[in-house]
């Protein structure tokens, strides 16, 4: 099964600073262990929810909405 592909950071498609400059990329905190990936964007900061696993993080940040 092929892993989600990350959606462009929702901060950066509405901040004016950062639009065009985004680079949402997958992270992890500490050793590989669950719980403990997340997807940040490093053009703005912005980091999502912490996912049981890469597939998971991405799926959670790709659910994230910023009112613009």
Not at 51 to 68: M, P, Y
Request: proline share 6%; with cysteine.
């Amino acid at each position: 099964m092929a892993e989600p592909r990350i959606k462009k950071c929702p901060n950066c498609k509405v901040s004016s600073t950062h639009k065009g400059n985004c680079r949402p990329q997958m992270s992890r905190w500490g050793e590989q262990q669950m719980g403990n990936f997340y997807v940040r964007c490093h053009s703005c900061g912005l980091h999502g929810p912490y996912g049981e696993d890469e597939a998971n993080a991405i799926e959670l940040w790709n659910k994230i909405r910023i009112e613009g």
